[in-house]
């Protein structure tokens, strides 16, 4: 039978027995109505979709291989299949965008250490993809592993003058010497040993260049250095950096008198810095590159609202379709480059979901008041490129009341799911709640907003809904197959995603937005960086504007009191410049709560300073 819920007790009540599978009876006004299950089992069609998008035919979904287009277009015809309307370019379900993918070597590009011929290219050495197009000299400083942690009493920097000169800094970080330890065992190593980390501190102390050494390595020397896409970084120009081989630095470091080994063997014993200027010592290095961009695309559906007051307005369900492909950037192990990386759980299991929900909203008997847009993202792996597109260019944003994401939820586990975003708009965090509650879910609910596609909703002052069952030992490795996905698990997902979009939905007032605690600036969803200074700023973590602008600030914090804004771009805090959002941590790390610190924004193009007095997180 037809019906057209919009009482919050009916709506919820059979939306909860039609997704369990439960014939419902209802007496209203003398009526009696049986509503049995009508829309299909969710569990096949996310198997199915699970299946294919991570098979070896998808090559991984990288927005670099031709598995990209190949789930691309599977996603537009199952959307077509369901009779659902194209929202992206000209008519069709696809809305393009580019993407840089790599970067191409050019000449010149020349490494000499002092007066001694050039280096062999791709022999000797290779440019990081990360690095800045310059050409640099200078004298050479031994930096250790390139890392400052000043809250653990740690930095590679200390007593060392390295402004102008090239620092020799070593790949990855100490091994741990307890558990209080900022750093990693490896393969898992922390924020500390990511080479945007390396070469961003090196530029933070003045540095005009940085090379690279892999001293952990026992392979031979063309495995040795890293490939310019697996170095490739887009969050802005940090200095001129390479990687050399052990072979070719050692023994001309040993003629200095320096030991790389020695050192290293130094540091890693004590987990104390041995850093030192290397006497005489000069090089040259230049490096040219040019960026290789990539179009690629996000798959947009529309089903058309019921209500004729209603159907102007919005919500977005969405979930990224791209991958790491055969894991050249992102990948968490470095032997694993050059194999596909299906990534069942990321974002397979968000984008299956996505279908399900589009197949079973367009085969409601009753339509959602509200239009529903259904987006499947690319280039989230890259940079949250796709839904910065979205929110950018999509006609009818600004009539979007709220976002729901799936992102990684193929692993429940004892039936919890963690939902980010239950307090960005009042009312949420109940509506989950009680819609977890029949199917036997138990939701973990987060602070922060975390980072998602959904992020680039955030910005916009549109609350969100992120779901997400938890991080795994297969993340971003090729052990991420379709077989360990938790189908009942991902179907439970389903269903309480499709309570909780119907429900916003069929509301007779829209969702109000509500400022969000502050993600701590480079922190990682692993939880890699806790930090005890805070400001309060939300940064625009898609952003690329020469310094880190701002989504907006958290009520009542050091960032508000200050007098920082939305739309301002940080360009500087204390002594350091902010080009990104790592340089912003590091800032950060720098201070301690009670400092106050000068701040310079760019706002409409114009350089304003402000005062913050920073505080203690928590």
Not at 204 to 226: F, P
Not at 322 to 334: I, M, N, Q, S, T
């Amino acid at each position: 039978m037809s019906i057209k819920p919009r009482s919050r007790f009916t709506l919820r009540t059979l939306l909860a027995a039609l997704t369990l599978g439960i014939t419902v009876v209802v007496v209203l006004s003398g009526w009696t109505l049986e509503f049995s299950p009508q829309i299909p089992s969710a569990t096949d069609d996310i198997l199915r979709h699970v299946k294919q998008l991570a098979s070896e035919e998808f090559t991984g979904r990288g927005v670099d291989s031709p598995g990209i287009r190949l789930a691309r277009d599977y996603i537009a015809a199952e959307f077509a299949k369901y009779g659902l309307k194209p929202g992206g370019d000209n008519g069709s379900y696809l809305q393009g965008f580019d993407v840089v993918v790599g970067v191409t070597v050019k000449d010149p590009t020349t490494l000499a250490f002092g007066n001694e011929s050039d280096l062999r290219l791709n022999e000797d050495w290779i440019p990081l993809g990360l690095s800045t197009s310059d050409k640099t000299e200078g004298g050479v400083v031994f930096a250790g592993y390139g890392i400052t942690v000043k809250d653990y009493g740690y930095d590679d920097y200390a007593g060392i003058d390295a402004k102008g000169k090239i620092v020799v800094v070593l790949r990855y970080e100490p091994p741990p010497k307890d558990a209080n330890s900022p750093f990693r065992k490896l393969p898992d190593a922390s924020i500390h040993a990511t080479l945007r980390a390396k070469a961003n501190n090196a530029r933070a102390h003045g540095a005009v260049g940085m090379i690279l050494v892999d001293l952990s390595q026992n392979a031979d020397k063309k495995a040795e250095l890293l490939s310019t896409r697996n170095s490739l970084w887009r969050g802005g120009n940090t200095v001129v950096a390479a990687q050399v081989t052990r072979q070719a630095i050692e023994p001309w470091l040993d003629s200095q008198g320096v030991s790389l080994s020695a050192l290293k063997e130094k540091i890693d014993r004590a987990e104390k810095p041995a850093s030192m200027l290397v006497p005489n010592a000069t090089v040259k290095l230049q490096v040219s590159l040019q960026e290789d961009r990539q179009r690629t695309e996000n798959v947009v559906a529309i089903l058309n609202g019921a209500d004729p007051s209603l159907t102007g307005e919005n919500i977005v369900i969405g979930a990224h379709y791209d991958h790491l492909g055969l894991g050249y950037f992102g990948a968490r192990e470095r032997q694993s480059e050059g194999r596909i990386h299906p990534g069942a759980d990321d974002n397979a299991s968000g984008t299956a979901v996505l279908l399900d929900l589009a197949r079973r909203m367009s085969q409601l008997p009753a339509k959602p008041a509200r239009t529903v847009v259904f987006v499947a993202f690319s280039g989230e792996e890259l940079g949250l490129y796709g839904s910065r597109s979205f929110v950018q260019r999509a006609p009818f944003i600004k009539s979007t009341k709220a976002m729901i994401n799936l992102d990684m939820v193929g692993r429940l586990r004892e039936n919890r799911v963690t939902v980010f975003g239950t307090r960005s708009s009042p009312g949420f965090s109940k509506m989950v709640l009680d819609g977890a509650r029949p199917l036997g879910l138990e939701v973990q609910e987060s602070d922060g907003v975390g980072r998602s596609d959904h992020m680039s909703f955030y910005n916009r002052k549109i609350p969100v809904l992120h779901f997400f069952t938890g991080t795994h030992a297969d993340y971003h490795r090729p052990s991420d197959t379709w077989d360990k996905i938790n189908i009942d698990g991902a179907a439970k997902v389903s269903d309480l995603v499709l309570i909780s979009a119907l429900e916003i939905a069929d509301a007779k007032e829209p969702p109000n937005f509500a400022s969000l605690p502050a993600r701590p600036p480079g922190d990682q969803e692993e939880g890699e960086v806790k930090l005890g200074t805070y400001l309060g700023s939300i940064p625009d973590y898609g952003a690329n504007a020469g310094g880190v602008r701002l989504a907006g600030v958290t009520e009542g914090s050091p960032a508000a009191r200050a007098g920082l804004r939305e739309g301002d771009i940080i360009v500087q805090l204390a002594e350091m410049k902010i080009q990104n959002i790592e340089d912003l941590t590091a800032a950060l790390q720098g201070q301690k709560p009670g400092d106050e610190v000068e701040i310079t924004v760019l706002r409409t193009g114009k350089p304003v300073t402000l005062k913050a007095t920073l505080r203690a997180r928590g």
